[in-house]
């Protein structure tokens, strides 16, 4: 852009620009400003510059996104079917045999079966993750590292989260 601006002044022709839209705010007509003192008309209104660079933005990503999509296909990671493993099984030879909480002033208990799962009174299928037995008792969810506790000999309680961070 030029380092000079001129005013149109606003007229019969001096108001409108090249898209033919007239340039009135609150219904007056309203003064031009370009940068070349010759044009009298042809100038671009605000809307079509704010609309054609918008459209030069989507054409640019559709571009690199068309360009990422005809590049070397992502190869796929081949998925067993069936469940994931138990959580608990990342605790190996730390992993506790029950699991308790105290939830609204009632005492629940959960048995972990070697296998990594856990079943919790009162629940007959077998839960993977103590996030989903914590569920189970609270009807919503739970972070169940921190939800339930495991029983250490002579120290008394604490979170199942402590065994998690003890592997780390």
């Known amino acids: ?13 001096g108001n409108k620009t090249v898209c033919g839209r007239p340039i009135e705010v609150g219904g007056r007509p309203q003064v031009l400003l370009t940068t070349n003192a010759e044009k009298k008309k042809g100038t671009v209104c605000g809307r079509c510059k704010a609309l054609k660079a918008g459209q030069a933005r989507t054409e640019k990503v559709a571009a690199k996104h068309r360009k990422i999509r005809e590049a070397a296909p992502a190869q796929k990671k081949e998925r067993t079917p069936g469940k994931r493993q138990p959580a608990l099984l990342a605790l190996g030879k730390r992993m506790p045999v029950e699991l308790r909480v105290t939830f609204k002033g009632k ?9 990594g799962t856990i079943i919790g009174e009162g629940h007959e299928q077998p839960f993977n993750s103590p996030s989903r037995a ?6 919503r969810e739970v972070d169940g590292w921190t939800f339930w506790s495991y029983e250490v000999p002579g ?4 979170k199942l989260n402590t065994l998690r ?3 780390e």
């Open 1 to 13: 852009m030029g380092d000079k601006a001129y005013h149109i002044p606003h007229g019969t022709e």
């Open 107 to 115: 005492e629940y208990l959960a048995a972990v079966n070697p296998d």
């Open 134 to 139: 914590g569920k189970a008792i609270t009807g």
């Open 155 to 158: 120290n008394g309680r604490k």
């Open 165 to 167: 961070k003890e592997g």
